[in-house]
């Protein structure tokens, strides 16, 4: 069964400044998709940004790019220039190619100084 | 842009009791999805429904619990007789097609169910 790690439980950032948030994956499927979810106090889930597994060009969404390494299944989401409006939970979750459901990872609050 | 929408947004419910979680996904939508979030905890698959029927159901989908889309719009979760460990936000979520390149999930605002 495919698993996912996010080991950071909360990360801070300074308003403007770039964080990375971690996610590694296991998986023994050579075609899947991944996905960074927000979810904010609101607790709606919002798409930030999905990846590919036959891409090797890392996705990018405005200020939001990933770094995504298939052989060592890591799928960090690197967020610059950031703002007080990106401080939510993020879940990493991955999809598999032929897969129904999404597997999520424990998720990342992520807090935003000013 | 089209929504997938839960009622109600918050619901208490007394243990024991029977509760429905209502979602309307998007209309041309054919995959539904039930996801539950415990405080705190991660998002857990419960269960998909296509074409009428359970497509996958998780160890936790057991039998309190069942889905049913009565009407062509709406998809409902019921939990038989709710226990305090069935206190999270539920997700409804659906998506048009399993081409996971052109269409991805929607999720829904979550209903947070309170048993006390």
């Known amino acids: 069964a495919q698993t996912v790690t996010q080991s950071q439980p909360e990360m801070s950032v300074q308003e403007a400044e770039t964080v990375t948030l971690s996610c590694t994956y296991d998986?023994?499927?050579?075609?899947?998709?991944l996905f960074w979810y927000k979810q904010p106090p609101s607790r709606q889930m919002i798409l930030v940004i999905r990846?590919?597994?036959?891409?090797?060009q890392n996705a990018t969404e405005n200020r939001f790019s990933v770094n995504f390494q298939k052989a060592a299944k890591s799928f960090s989401l690197k967020i610059s220039d950031s703002q007080l409006g990106d401080a939510a939970m993020y879940f990493c979750?991955?999809?598999?190619?032929?897969?129904?459901?999404?597997?999520f990872g424990a998720g990342t609050i992520l807090r935003v100084k000013s | 842009e089209p929504e997938v929408t839960q009622t109600p947004s918050h619901q208490v419910t007394q243990m024991g009791q029977e509760v429905i979680l209502r979602c309307v996904p998007i209309?041309?939508?054919?995959?539904f999805y039930w996801y539950r979030q415990i405080l705190g905890q991660k998002v857990e698959f419960l269960v998909s429904?296509?074409?009428?029927?359970?497509?996958?159901k998780s160890e936790i989908f057991d039998d309190q619990f069942s889905v049913e889309r009565p009407d062509g719009s709406n998809f409902t979760l019921k939990i038989r007789s709710t226990k305090l460990e069935d206190s999270a936000m539920y997700f409804c979520?659906?998506?048009?097609?399993?081409?996971?390149?052109?269409?991805?999930?929607?999720f829904g605002s979550g209903t947070r169910l309170t048993v006390v």
């Open positions: 979520a659906s998506r048009k097609s399993r081409d996971t390149i052109n269409y991805g999930y929607t």
């Open positions: 429904f296509y074409n009428n029927e359970i497509s996958e």
């Open positions: 209309s041309n939508h054919l995959y």
């Open positions: 979750a991955y999809l598999g190619e032929y897969g129904n459901k999404l597997v």
């Open positions: 998986t023994s499927e050579s075609d899947y998709y």
């Open positions: 990846q590919e597994a036959y891409k090797q």
